[in-house]
DNA sequence: GTCTATACATAGATAGAC
DNA sequence: GTCTATCTATGTATAGAC
């Protein structure tokens, strides 16, 4: 199991990959301290690594914090893209299955990863790319709003979206308070099913 | 206008008060660029003093954050406490205030100070005081959602409080997605609204 | 009450041996 | 691919003059 075929000389990896040691550190201590407040010395000694390794796998420490985040924000816009194309179901269905599934990612995934969407670092113009990739899934979001409320005027849509959007977040900010803990495997559910009354009667 | 009488050899302060100057520092900063991301001598350089005469007024660079975090929660727990108290508005109409006036500090303050409560900094053991605070205010919710379902079960007023308090503070992250700038001013309105939906019909 | 100066530790990143 | 050693900058906090 440990190595998988991949020869080392030292410090045998946890995972069976440096790059991927390095990663869960960095989930582990950037959603706990935060992100300026981690060391890179302290990310490295985490993923078993002296510090200089570090800069062998990633070229600068806000480097680790882009990749986990445009990793783990990928699952949540792969579904809702396909949602929003996917013309069998109900737009209310589909609207269902976004919010259940994103919350549930969020409320029950080993770590707290959408801790790492609060850190205001991540206003830093070198993480611009992950930005862009929220406001995809934003999108799809309201795509999905408006084919649940065709008659409405259209700047509402945009504000139900938010309100939306803002319920399944705030899962994270919920998750936080409980110590970074799972929480309840009904959470995704409930999430869904108070973001459908929100948008109303179908 | 500037001094209010108090002498001040140089220096001269915006607010009048130096420790006035310093929280507003904090406030700049720790919300758009994080905690750990500060240095107390940038922070003591937007205050307009010396980084050494931080440490007159705060012994350390934590306790910035702590008197930041206090005194921005505390006119909810005022506001909370005293509509939980206040028995001659229906539970109905005391949540929806609750929520609006929460919501609307959150909405409109001149900084995003509820991106303080985003930062992993504060599960620091020294910020204690103000997870105690913070947990005053969600039980304060808890009660008035109790009083609007009396017939619900016991612990589904604690699973629905979550449900709208979650509601209530994602407006901090739609405002961070926003780059801080102040929300619609309907916001706190819109947000109580789609909070009596999550409760049900009255 | 504010400053300059400084102590001392830690920061991020690189060089070069193995 | 990993390390030790090191560079240079910056960090927090304190000492002591004014």
Chains 1, 2 share one sequence.
Do not use: W
Not at 13 to 21: L, R
Not at 44 to 63: D, P, V
Request: aromatic fraction near 6%; proline fraction near 6%; glycine fraction near 8%.
């Amino acid at each position: 199991m440990a190595g998988r075929g991949r020869p080392r000389t030292k410090g045998p990896s946890i995972s069976g990959s440096t790059e991927q040691d390095i990663l869960n550190a960095g989930a582990d201590l950037f959603c706990t301290v935060g992100f300026g407040s981690v060391s890179t010395y302290k990310l490295a000694q985490a993923a078993g690594i002296s510090q200089a390794t570090l800069y062998h796998y990633f070229s600068a420490k806000h480097e680790v914090l882009l990749a986990l985040l445009l990793e783990t924000v990928r699952p949540s816009i792969v579904m809702a893209e396909r949602l929003v194309g996917e013309k069998d179901l109900s737009a209310r269905d589909r609207l269902r299955r976004l919010c259940a599934y994103d919350a549930d990612l969020l409320a029950t995934t080993p770590r707290n990863l959408g801790a790492l969407y609060l850190l205001p670092e991540v206003a830093d113009d070198r993480l611009s790319p992950f930005r862009t990739e929220r406001d995809r899934l934003l999108g799809a979001y309201r795509s999905l709003v408006e084919q649940c409320l065709p008659d409405a005027p259209e700047p509402e849509h945009g504000a139900v979206a938010d309100l939306v959007f803002g319920l399944v977040e705030s899962v994270i900010l919920r998750r936080q308070r409980a110590g970074g803990a799972p929480l309840p495997r009904d959470t995704g559910d409930r999430i869904a099913e108070a973001s459908l009354r929100i948008i109303g009667p179908g």
